[in-house]
């Protein structure tokens, strides 16, 4: 299996990341030749085994819903950008006007 | 004559008013300042509280002159990797996107250093986001290795292992994903532990890829890394996957010989490639532990060849989900755009540098459509395997095994640009990582000058096993560690 440079478009739009055009054959080449070193795993005789997501034998551990009250070290006031009755405010998406002169 | 305490006895000092813990942490400002620990320098430190850390100081005099229980860390300074969250100084991750970001909750391993006494005196340099072997991926410029400036620290906890190094702090808090507490500590010639995963909260420790993960604690000697672990060990309510298994006393069995413990040689470890002169280092550390009573057999562990190409399928595709958070929205960097894609796009873009855009790009191509089954789900396989060929060996009656931590020393900063050649770093720690068992290296002599590592692995929750054999073969070594 080889990535093409349309595969490297397709991922990096999936990965909400902006690629510059001219970066795009650096990027497939470098993908290539990491994939090119994981084929030696197709060759692995796996049937025996199932897939692991975790380290424990006990699998992933769950706890009951509704978790614990994180502790924080200032009021939520005091990292939000803003509030309003209670909820967090982010900032609004920049118009075309604006666009090259807010950045944060 | 502070300088060269342990971290224990310096603690017991300042519990008794003969040193104060002013003089100490001053001290250590004075050395960072000395050896130029900063971005001028080493740049192994990216920030400091200076003022911080003498008012906690001063807190700790204050309860000791009220007549409260010592403290195992009281007022010894430590630093901690850029990524593991304090509410004073940034949790940068050594990027551009969490560049200003200062945490509001405080990491429960930072909690529990403060708890025991411990100052946190700075925040290190590492890998952007713990991806690299170098500290070379840092935004902010590559840290350098304080035995030889030329050369790379070791990384992703490049930062921290360098300030450990060069006297600045006793124990340093680093993560791993794939080695990157060892691997840093042989090329810096310092102790460095992975815990079991599970054993250490990994409650505000910036997420890369969430099945491997783990805190790790520097030493400047077993010593010191002992008291550190077992200064964080523990279950944590605020993370789940830390298991609530008792906490043994990893200094209890410091002065133990090796009588009946039986160490394990994984042939893969040594392969004919190895550096001869690493490999005769750590056949020399095997005959002194087996001067000391431990039997030492040939293992094998067979699918260690297969280490890398999993663990770079793995890591990548779990921090492919787990850096999608940041957005431009919740945290750090934004960077404005008309439409909401874009802001995404030129956000994440212009924040993370090439070798995260690489992971990312990586690790969402193994989980795409039509490449799942190939890539991520054969890896989770032979993961498996690779598990399974540790349990095979601890099942047997091999209490320990002992391999090199890194093929290499330290290499000269800017000499590995393949990031292939960069991932064969990992290739004898990735493994531990994988299979979730505990690890730590120490340093057992010196090629060209420079430190090389030797590498303990012991079973789950066995790291009492692993101090012993470490404490052991460091009192065995002596000076010869630094030779």
Do not use: W
């Not at chain 1, 939520?76 to 920049?94: S, T």
């Not at chain 2, 400036?149 to 300030?163: D, E, F, K, L, N």
């Not at chain 2, 099945?211 to 060990?233: C, E, H, K, N, Y």
């Amino acid at each position: 299996m080889s990535v093409t440079e349309d595969e490297v478009r397709h991922v990096a739009t999936l990965a909400r990341l902006g690629l510059d055009e001219s970066r795009i054959p650096t990027i497939a080449a470098e993908l290539n030749g990491i994939l090119a070193h994981m084929e030696v795993l197709s060759k692995v005789d796996t049937s025996i085994v199932g897939p692991v997501t975790g380290v424990g034998a006990a699998g992933t551990p769950l706890r009951v819903d509704g978790g614990n009250q994180i502790p924080l070290a200032r009021p939520r006031e005091a990292f939000a950008p803003a509030m309003r009755d209670g909820l967090l405010l982010v900032p609004r998406l920049a118009t075309h006007e604006d666009v090259d002169v807010e950045t944060a | 004559m502070e300088a060269t305490l342990s971290a224990a006895e310096l603690a017991k000092r300042h519990a008794l008013g003969s040193v104060a813990p002013a003089e100490t942490v001053k001290q250590a400002f004075a050395r960072a300042s000395e050896i130029r620990a900063g971005p001028q320098g080493l740049n192994a430190l990216l920030s400091t509280d200076r003022e911080a850390a003498l008012g906690a100081a001063d807190e700790v005099s204050r309860l000791h002159r009220e007549g409260n229980r010592p403290r195992p860390l009281a007022g010894v300074p430590v630093v901690v990797k850029a990524n593991i969250a304090t509410l004073t100084m940034p949790t940068s991750c050594g990027s551009r996107i969490l560049e200003h970001y200062v945490s509001p909750f405080e990491s429960t391993v930072v909690t529990r250093l403060r708890a025991a006494g411990a100052i946190v005196i700075g925040k290190t340099n590492m890998d952007e986001f713990a991806m690299g072997s170098s500290t070379e991926n840092s935004a902010f410029g590559p840290a350098k290795n304080p035995l030889d400036p030329t050369r790379v620290p070791g990384g992703s906890s490049g930062g921290s292992a360098a300030c450990v190094a060069a006297g600045i702090v006793r124990i340093a808090l680093g993560s791993e994903t794939g080695g990157s507490v060892r691997q840093p500590a042989s090329f810096c010639g310092v102790v460095g532990v992975k815990p079991t995963y599970g054993r250490v909260s990994r409650y505000g420790l910036v997420a890369f890829a969430s099945s491997l993960d783990q805190v790790g604690v520097f030493g400047r000697t077993v010593d010191d890394a002992a008291l550190g672990l077992g200064a964080i060990a523990g279950r944590d309510r605020y993370d789940s996957t830390s298991a609530d298994v008792p906490v043994d006393d990893y200094r209890a069995l410091a002065d133990r010989d090796l009588e009946g413990v039986k160490i394990g040689r994984p042939r893969e470890y040594f392969p004919e490639s190895l550096d001869a002169r690493i490999r005769d280092r750590c056949d020399a550390s095997l005959e002194l532990l087996r001067g000391l009573g431990a039997t030492v057999r040939d293992v094998s562990l067979p699918h260690t060849e297969l280490a890398i190409p999993t663990y770079y399928i793995i890591a990548p595709a779990e921090a492919s989900s787990n850096l999608a958070r940041f957005d431009g929205v919740r945290y750090g960097l934004r960077v404005n755009a008309p439409a909401l894609r874009d802001m995404y796009e030129r956000t994440r873009s212009e924040g993370f540098g090439p070798e995260v855009t690489r992971r990312i790009l990586l690790g969402t191509y193994v989980l795409s459509a039509g490449y799942y089954d190939a890539y991520y789900r054969k890896a989770q396989e032979v993961r498996a395997l690779i598990a399974d060929d540790f349990r095979r060996v601890f099942d047997s009656g091999v209490n320990v095994l002992f391999t090199p931590t890194a093929p290499t020393p330290a290499f000269p900063l800017g000499t590995r640009s393949d990031p292939y050649d960069m991932y064969l770093s990992d290739i004898f720690t990735a493994t531990a990582n994988l299979a979730g068992i505990p690890a730590l290296s120490l340093p057992v002599g010196r090629v060209d000058g420079m430190p090389v590592g030797g590498q303990v692995m012991a079973s789950h929750f066995d790291e009492a096993t692993l101090f012993r054999v470490a404490y052991a073969l460091e009192r065995a070594l002596g000076e010869d560690a630094h030779r």
